[in-house]
């Protein structure tokens, strides 16, 4: 059976309000808040924009994958 990695893409978006003397400052601000968790994008920030995109790969760089990174693994039959 042919193997493939997919690629699942979600964006997610949330507007945040910031009072800043500039906008450099507000999204400073809004960086750090960010970096330290703060601010935690979670499904409410998903609206509606995925991709999945599928591309075969050889078994070398499937076996490569599931060692190094422990990638879930569906198979088709599991699939119905």
């Known amino acids: 059976m ?4 997919v690629r699942i893409t979600e964006k ?6 910031v009072e800043a003397e500039n906008s450099q400052k507000a999204e400073q601000i ?12 979670d499904d409410r920030d998903f609206h509606g924009e995925s ?3 599928a591309e075969k790969i050889k078994d070398e760089e499937y076996k490569m994958l599931d060692r ?7 198979t088709e039959s599991e699939e119905k």
């Open 2 to 5: 042919a193997k493939f990695k």
């Open 51 to 53: 991709s999945i995109i």
């Open 68 to 74: 190094a990174f422990g990638l879930d693994i569906i």
């Open 30 to 41: 809004v960086t750090d808040a960010y970096e330290k968790s703060d601010i935690i994008l």
């Open 12 to 17: 997610l978006t949330r507007t945040v309000l």
